[in-house]
């Protein structure tokens, strides 16, 4: 669960006590890993689209005594080095955000977990205008119990997140969360309502509702399975961290018919080096890393970069002279 941030401001350390923990696993009821409690103060943070095109700014509430309306974000569009306010408002959370997520298009921006409260507000969603489309009070309203086994806990709620893939779907019709156990939760976006057997039920006298915003499973797959690329390929070490712990968790035999797919994506970034125009096939050369560290054989003649200028051409004149 990866996406840019930039840390702007430093505020004092306070931490939360780990007395009860032993407390919290009785009345969890689960199997849950214990992890520390300690939490610093939260900082102003940017996150960013995946297109670099949206910034969403989260401001903290770091005045005592906590409550709703203290922490504000604020969405900008980018304009060359400028940034041009989109909207702004107060935010549902009383301290701010564990973390959050802005869609390309900048229509919807999610925000995930209330900081230092894990089982609080997991999910909200904010449309165009700051409106907010949907609000997820606790942890339990989306993940069922049983799907937190194996996750770590402390009194800060369950870490859920924790090496979580977070991201919009096409069109940003659907908003998905495929968590470290593999459980995979999917939101239609319009009105923030997650894609379960039971909006199944309710949407099944208007099968194109259904078709509009169900993925299905396969193409569902193959969605996490770019994403997590698409991480691999970064220059970010920790989003490579993520992409490869969950390309890890996929190693059956369609999955890797998908990675090796990958290895004619056409994403390209053109690179310039001394007196050399290159262009550049990311998640052709992260495909071919996560399929040799797999074990699985590559072709040799898979294309991961390429000298664009000077042209052949050109070279054959220089020769010449």
């Known amino acids: 669960m990866r996406t840019r941030l930039l840390f702007l401001t430093q505020e004092p350390m306070f931490r939360r006590s780990s007395r009860y923990i032993l407390l919290f696993l009785l009345l969890a009821g689960t199997t849950a890993a214990v992890r520390a409690d300690d939490w610093e103060a939260p900082k102003q943070r940017n996150y960013e689209s995946e297109n670099e095109q949206y910034v969403f700014r989260v401001t903290p509430n770091t005045d005592l005594p906590w409550r709703p309306g203290r922490c504000r974000g604020a969405l900008y569009v980018k304009h060359g080095k400028e940034l041009k306010l989109q909207w702004e408002r107060p935010l549902v959370n009383n301290l701010a955000p564990y973390f959050a997520v802005v869609s390309d298009s900048g ?183 996560v399929l040799k560290a797999a074990g699985e054989k590559v072709p040799e003649n898979v294309v991961v970069e390429e000298q664009i200028w000077p042209s052949k051409q050109e070279l054959w004149k220089q020769e010449e002279r």
């Open 107 to 289: 229509k919807y921006v999610v925000t995930l977990s209330e900081y230092a409260e894990l089982n609080s507000l997991p999910v909200v969603f904010y449309g165009p205008l700051g409106d907010v489309i949907n609000v997820y009070g606790k942890l339990d309203h989306i993940v069922p119990r049983s799907a937190l086994r194996g996750v770590e806990g402390s009194m800060s709620g369950f870490f859920w997140l924790e090496h979580a893939l977070c991201f919009f779907g096409p069109s940003d019709d659907n908003f998905v969360i495929r968590m470290c156990t593999g459980k995979v939760l999917v939101f239609e976006t319009d009105n923030g309502e997650q894609i379960d057997e039971k909006w199944r039920h309710k949407y099944r006298s208007f099968p194109g509702h259904i078709d509009k915003y169900e993925i299905p499973e396969r193409e569902l797959k193959e969605l996490i399975l770019m994403k997590a690329l698409r991480l691999v390929s970064s220059n970010d070490p920790a989003d490579m961290k993520e992409g490869r712990f969950t390309l890890g968790q996929y190693r059956d035999k369609e999955s890797i018919g998908m990675i090796r797919r990958a290895m004619k994506d056409e994403t390209a970034i053109i690179v310039e080096r001394a007196k050399r125009k290159l262009r550049q096939y990311p998640i052709r050369r992260a495909a071919k890393e």
